[in-house]
């Protein structure tokens, strides 16, 4: 039941939202967040795209994906004999789901103890700081916020040649529901979504064709790493064609199948396939988020204009996460919304932009943090580069899987770390070594005195800060 008036309102409680939601609840304001997600089945879901239907069932697939690959291509090497191997893909579809379901219900769980309102049903920012909720069954109210946080997430951008139709042309979300292992997948757009999805499928059997409209791959990452990871993905039999301007796609029910059509310099071709993924980016969902009369700046795609502390144009109105700029990942949005919450209860905190870490969940897997090589080079900055590759760490070779390194660049003047750029099995976790560093304004140095454990991954960090320094260790 909503109250008439809150000291904070939240719409939307993905992982920027609810997140707010808690941590302004902590600080002794009285919150409630407003979602609308509904499951397959209608039941009201917190924890959003991340946990519905982003970070937490992708990762659940690639994990039971990466399971499967390993134990029928490397187990014998360790002398481990398994019988014949066989894909049960309805038990791995409903361990993600069961995951899932656990962390939503974990949510409301810290709701509840936080004395969170969760008001189940849609949110719509009036003039004056008021609210229009209205509940999944059309019942219509009118709250007031003393701060309203705006937390509408993002949606996938629609191609408009290819419509997505549920069945054989599919956003993210669909990806993650196939019943059956598509024997060729289409995959448009070789980005994070692409790579992650087109993993889980071909390590599962199918036949995996990317069309990227870029001519190059992974246009956000050091171009290091995105020369070394293409050569990888490829090698695992990912298809990767780049500059590829996809221009028609049409399914034939009857063939059960999507024909796709695409230009690159070679000309025009069609390629034929059982499901087509297109994730070629997200946009803000903030169609309908605010109402007419209300005078908010907005930006290009419908972002939510706001400044570094997340203050949009109206006084005690925020915007956190995927509607507002700066990369779409679930902590960017979660720190946000802890900043929001702590600076609404007076307290004078700030966000570092410039260290949020990326990762693609790949194996290996592609982790960074900072500035990249050719970022430095276009501002004219002077940099020192330390790489260590895993073939020369004893852990990596332990673990038989030797693929990739640690790319550290630091000021050449002052020492200070810039960026860190890893390509490895668990980068994601390494990577974090790097953010610490960064946060407390390290130099190579202070990670090169650093004692690491031996044999770890981690060893890898401490030998390219070494390396940055002129003098590793283990590499000739
Ligand atoms: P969302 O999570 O999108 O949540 C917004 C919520 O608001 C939703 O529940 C929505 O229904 C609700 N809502 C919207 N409008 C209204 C309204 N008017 N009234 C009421 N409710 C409303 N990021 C990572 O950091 N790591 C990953 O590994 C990762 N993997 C991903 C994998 C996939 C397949 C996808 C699609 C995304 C992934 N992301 C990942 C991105 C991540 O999911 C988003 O960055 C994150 O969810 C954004 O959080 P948010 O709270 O801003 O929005
Ligand atoms: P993306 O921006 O990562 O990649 C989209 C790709 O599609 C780009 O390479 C782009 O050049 C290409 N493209 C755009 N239009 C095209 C067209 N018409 N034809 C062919 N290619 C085209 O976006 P993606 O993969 O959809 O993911 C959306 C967002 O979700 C990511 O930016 C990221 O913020 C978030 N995400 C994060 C994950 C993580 O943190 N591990 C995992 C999955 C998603």
Redo the contacts with the bound molecule.
């Keep these: 039941m909503a109250k008439d008036k809150y000291d904070v309102v939240v719409i939307g409680g993905g992982p920027a939202g609810y997140v707010a939601a808690i941590r302004a609840a902590q600080l002794g304001l009285d919150a409630a967040c407003i979602d609308r997600w509904r499951d397959g089945e209608g039941q009201a879901r917190l924890g959003g795209t991340c946990l519905n239907v ?2 937490i069932p ?1 990762k659940a697939l690639l994990e039971s994906s990466e399971l499967y690959e390993h134990t029928g291509k490397h187990l014998n090497s360790h002398g481990v004999l398994v019988g014949k191997l066989e894909l049960d893909l309805a038990a791995m579809m409903a361990r993600k789901d069961k995951l899932v379901g656990q962390l939503t219900q974990g949510i409301q769980g810290l709701f509840k103890a936080n004395k969170v309102d969760w008001l189940q049903g849609s949110g719509q920012l009036h003039p004056d700081k008021q609210v229009k909720f209205t509940t999944h069954d059309g019942k219509e109210s009118m709250i007031a916020a003393e701060n309203v946080i705006l937390a509408a997430g993002s949606v ?1 951008i629609e ?1 408009g040649f290819a419509p997505f139709d549920g069945d054989y042309i599919v956003d993210s979300t669909g990806a993650l529901e196939f019943d059956k292992v598509p024997k060729r997948l289409g995959v ?7 790579l ?1 999805l087109g993993s889980v499928w071909r390590r599962l059997g199918s036949e995996v064709v990317m ?4 001519d190059r791959f992974l ?1 956000f990452c050091d171009d290091q790493v995105a020369n070394e990871s293409r050569k990888m993905f490829s090698k695992q039999g990912l298809d990767i064609r780049l500059s ?3 221009t028609e796609a049409k399914v034939d029910k009857r063939k059960r199948s999507v024909a796709v059509t695409y230009e690159d310099e070679q000309g025009k071709h069609t390629e034929h396939f059982d499901k087509l993924i297109v ?4 946009r803000p969902a903030s169609d309908d988020l605010i109402a007419g009369n209300v005078e908010l700046a907005t930006e290009e795609r419908g972002l939510i204009h706001v400044n570094d502390h997340c203050e949009t144009t109206l006084a005690g109105v925020y915007a956190i996460g995927d509607v507002v700029r700066g ?3 679930a902590h960017k949005g979660s720190e946000e919304g802890v900043m929001v919450a702590e600076r609404i209860a007076g307290m004078n905190v700030s966000l570092n932009y410039d260290v949020i870490p ?4 790949t194996l290996p897997e592609i982790a960074w943090v900072g500035a990249s090589e050719q970022d430095l080079k276009a501002k004219g900055i002077p940099y020192a580069m330390g790489v260590f590759p895993f073939v020369a760490s004893g852990r990596a070779k332990a673990m038989d899987d030797t693929s990739g390194f640690v790319k550290i660049l630091a000021h050449a003047e002052t020492d200070r770390i810039l960026g860190a750029h890893i390509i490895s099995p668990r980068a994601s976790e390494l990577i974090a070594e790097c953010v610490i560093a960064m946060e407390f304004g390290a130099s190579s140095e202070d990670l090169g005195r650093t004692v690491f454990a031996h044999p770890t991954l981690s060893e890898a960090v401490h030998e390219a800060a070494l390396a940055t320094l002129g003098h590793p260790l283990h590499i000739p």
């Design positions: 982003g970070c992708s996938p191609l448009i757009g070789a980005g994070v979504i692409g992650e069309l990227e409209a870029q246009t590829a301007r996809v994730c070629v980016g997200r990369p779409m990942l990326n990762v693609i969940y």
